[in-house]
């Protein structure tokens, strides 16, 4: 069995959700006169590849230490591809996936919006973009995901909740009469009849007092394992009283399909950081955006 790292590079230039704390890393020892190189790190936990424990919005839920490695952070898993479904600001649905994935109750979901193209690493990087634009669920996929018991969710941009349907609405006033000019013209409502207060960063609310939380800023070579099945595996730290952690996702393949994964990898273009991508999700998203 091989792995496909799903995380994105993690360093001083990699964007934390708006407002969060980004890393600020100095040595405090350096070889000459300590003998060693030691570094210290400042940061907040919504940084890079990262998972949103319980406790992040419900008050009596698990920590980040509570997980289940086995059963919970590791198991059978669905990626979906809707680069070709939505553009910016628009909603994706649960029809969406189901068109392009089979997904098993109790399936770990990561969902491919393509936004991880306009992350930093990458060389169409709009970091706007990648929190601020990417598309978003409505309740309708909430309640999908709790039938279908989901048992965490990962997404390749800034949150698992339309950025729309969060603060950030009155953070960026310009973006949001934009996306409010969408909404208009694609749904028939304006934002603020769509994302009404009682559905505030609902993927947050509504489902962690179920157990169904999510992972944000996947990325590394997910366009590699597109609209498949694999297992996926998320390790963050062994953080008590955590209330998100930092972590490797990483999916988990055998030896046959990761020899045919690697002949794809070398006909592919290469990050800043040597990780794969397909740059015709990038097209595909334009054109969406366009129409």
């Given at each position: 069995m091989k792995w496909i790292d799903l995380t994105i590079p993690l360093g001083v230039g990699t964007p934390p959700w708006p407002t969060y704390e980004p890393l600020q890393?100095?040595?405090m020892k350096r070889l000459a006169p300590n003998g060693a190189n030691g570094q210290l790190l400042t940061h907040s936990n919504h940084l890079g590849t990262h998972m949103d424990g319980?406790?992040?919005?419900?008050?009596?839920?698990?920590?980040?230490?509570?997980?289940?490695?086995?059963?919970?952070?590791?198991?059978?898993?669905?990626?979906?591809?809707?680069?070709?479904?939505?553009?910016?600001?628009?909603?994706?649905?649960?029809?969406?996936?189901?068109?392009?994935?089979e997904v098993r109750p109790r399936d770990i979901l990561i969902i491919h919006t393509g936004y991880h193209h306009?992350?930093?690493?990458?060389?169409?990087?709009?970091?706007?973009?990648?929190?601020?634009?990417?598309?978003?669920?409505d309740r309708e996929f909430a309640e999908w995901c709790r039938r279908k018991e989901i048992r965490w969710?990962?997404?390749?941009?800034?949150?698992?909740?339309?950025?729309?349907?969060?603060?950030?609405?009155?953070?960026?006033?310009?973006?949001?009469?934009?996306?409010?000019?969408?909404?208009?013209?694609?749904?028939?409502?304006?934002?603020?009849?769509?994302?009404?207060?009682d559905k505030y960063q609902l993927m947050h609310i509504e489902l962690f007092p179920h157990g169904i939380i999510h992972a944000e800023c996947i990325g590394g070579e997910i366009d590699l394992l597109l609209n498949r099945r694999t297992i996926i595996g998320f390790f963050p730290w062994r953080f008590v009283?955590?209330?998100?952690?930092?972590?490797?996702?990483?999916?988990?393949?055998?030896?046959?399909?990761?020899?045919?994964?690697?002949t794809r990898r070398k006909k592919l273009p290469k990050t800043r950081f040597g990780d794969a991508f397909d740059p015709s999700h990038v097209k595909q998203i334009e054109k969406l955006s366009r129409a």
């Open positions: 890393l100095k040595y319980e406790i992040h919005f419900y008050t009596p839920g698990k920590d980040i230490a509570s997980l289940e490695l086995n059963g919970f952070l590791v198991g059978p898993a669905a990626v979906v591809d809707l680069s070709n479904a939505t553009g910016d600001y628009q909603i994706y649905t649960s029809k969406m996936i189901e068109e392009r994935v306009f992350g930093w690493d990458h060389p169409t990087a709009d970091e706007i973009r990648y929190m601020v634009k990417h598309p978003g669920p969710i990962g997404v390749d941009c800034g949150s698992a909740d339309h950025p729309m349907n969060t603060i950030i609405r009155q953070w960026m006033p310009r973006q949001a009469a934009e996306a409010d000019r969408l909404f208009r013209t694609k749904y028939g409502q304006s934002l603020e009849e769509r994302f009404t207060a009283d955590g209330e998100s952690s930092i972590g490797r996702c990483v999916a988990m393949v055998d030896d046959a399909d990761y020899a045919e994964l690697v």
